[in-house]
């Protein structure tokens, strides 16, 4: 199988390759903004598309949709192709799908709440020890009940249902709090502020539909519209981290492979583990670590290498790095870090080219035969056939217009779950409480006499035992007898007292 030309080296004049059967073996693209890093992950994902392999990426700042028109094919780049030796370099387009969490820019993006999971969720909701323990006992609730948690909605029912039973749910969960309840709802509502409402219910996202391959061989590449979703770190790092989760948890074992099932390119990678908690860093690893034996290479893209953990970093066998300029202390270690992590080329001193590296230019290495890393090399990288910008709405509405999923995500589903069965228990329980009495009972549970519904017989039981409006003979005799009674008893009771005292 051809490997994927990711430009000439300029050191050393030769092709520079990424082969497909170490795709799995992750990888990383990093520079300074404007060096060239869109136009790499561009690149690379034509490369594995053009091989059948699928792909799914962000588009931070609405430039990877390009991938879905044709470049102008233009001098410059048709020259800058036979330069880097691109056979049969020509403009085309990408089978691209277009994909949004908030549904405008691409089909719609969503998971339920029981898939997301109590942890996942708890860290989109920022929430602390105690609260997300909180959370655990309400979906073990919500799983013992029998109770679906699909949308917002769902979760707040169960929240409510926590509240209202705080003291039974403490007993035998764990204690619950009212600040801890409160503190949840909270979140929810930043939440459902920051457009995440539309994030979860039905459809969920199905694994095979960003696996597709299209008629004609390609893979199609996913793109999720992101230039918004980024002003939400923690939504989009967890959603990216969840999506990786599913494909970890529901692909099977295949081992080593001639190409990956799926390129999975993730961008401002950084955003994944700021402030992420050690148990979520720890996840991310294992992650990473083990997914590739279910065939999914993994490409995380940011401005410094050292935005990835050390545990992490290790994982990347195959290394992009654009130019770093070393304007302060902080880039001066990046460019002594990324210098230190590739393998040495005696022709390249690989420090002093970083800072002066052009656009469009990068220090590459990638494994080779047996897994090898091969030694680093000045590269100049090959330019894409798409379209290297935004496109615009005519075009990306002509692309959505083509997909075959529309029908299956454009429009929500909304079942019964949790919130509509909590309403219905608790409006079955009102009209319970508020129905008239039986037929055959009176006010205060008193059974009346079988009777019928009209005649001598109603006109009888109205004398002797009422009608609701007036009392019956039986009742007034009664009370008569008992007031009587009851007055002689006070009487006897106060002449025993008063009574001795006279003479």
């Not at 080329?345 to 052009?358: E, F, I, R």
């Amino acid at each position: 199988m051809d490997p994927i030309l990711l430009g000439k080296g300029l050191t050393d004049d030769i092709p520079v390759t990424l082969l497909p059967r170490y795709g799995n073996r992750h990888g990383l693209v990093a520079g300074a903004t404007g060096t060239g890093k869109t136009v790499t992950l561009m690149t690379l994902a034509e490369g594995f598309s053009r091989l059948g392999v699928p792909v799914f990426m962000a588009d931070v700042k609405g430039d990877v949709a390009g991938l879905a028109v044709a470049g102008d094919g233009n001098e410059k780049l048709r020259q800058r192709a036979a330069e880097i030796g691109v056979a049969g370099y020509a403009p085309e387009a990408s089978p691209v799908l277009f994909w949004d969490l908030y549904g405008k820019l691409g089909h719609p993006v969503r998971t339920t709440v029981s898939e997301m999971g109590p942890t996942l969720l708890g860290r989109i909701l920022e929430l602390n020890d105690t609260q997300a323990g909180v959370l655990d006992i309400v979906f073990k609730l919500a799983d013992d009940r029998g109770l679906l948690l699909l949308d917002l909605d769902d979760l707040r029912a169960l929240l409510n249902l926590v509240a209202e039973e705080r003291k039974d749910v403490s007993t035998e969960y764990g204690l619950v709090s009212a600040q801890s309840v409160a503190a949840i709802q909270r979140a929810l509502l930043r939440l459902s502020q920051d457009g995440g409402e539309g994030f979860f219910g039905e459809p969920a996202l199905e694994l095979a539909d960003i696996m597709r391959v299209g008629p004609d061989g390609r893979g199609v590449i996913g793109i999720l519209a992101a230039d918004q979703l980024i002003l939400k770190p923690r939504l989009y790092a967890t959603f990216l981290l969840w999506l990786l989760s599913e494909l970890f948890e529901n692909l099977p074992e295949v081992g080593d492979l001639d190409k990956p099932k799926l390129a999975f390119i993730f961008d401002e990678a950084h955003l994944l583990f700021d402030d992420a908690p050690a148990a979520l860093q720890q996840r991310i690893e294992q992650v990473v670590r083990l997914i590739r034996s279910k065939g999914v290479g993994v490409y995380f893209c940011s401005q410094f290498p050292d935005d990835v953990p050390d545990n992490i970093l290790g994982q990347l066998g195959n290394r992009v790095q654009h130019a770093l300029r070393a304007y302060t202390p902080r880039d001066q270690k990046a460019v002594k870090t990324a210098a230190e992590t590739f393998v040495p080329n005696p022709k390249l001193d690989v420090a002093a080219t970083l800072s002066q590296l052009g656009t469009g230019e990068a220090l590459v290495s990638t494994l080779q035969d047996k897994g090898v890393p091969s030694p680093v090399q000045q590269t100049r990288i090959a330019p894409p056939r798409c379209r290297m910008g935004a496109i615009s709405a005519a075009e990306r509405a002509q692309v959505r217009a083509a997909s075959v999923l529309g029908t299956r995500y454009d429009q929500p589903v909304d079942r019964e779950s949790a919130a509509e069965m909590l309403a219905a228990r608790a409006q079955a329980a009102a009209d319970s409480a508020q129905a008239p009495p039986a037929r055959g009972t009176r006010a205060g549970g008193r059974a009346a006499p079988e009777q019928d519904e009209g005649g001598f017989g109603k006109a009888v039981s109205d004398v002797l035992f009422g009608n609701g409006r007036r009392q019956g003979v039986i009742e007034a005799s009664s009370k008569q007898a008992a007031r009587t009674i009851t007055n002689q008893i006070v009487r006897g009771i106060l002449g025993g007292i008063f009574g001795g005292k006279r003479r």
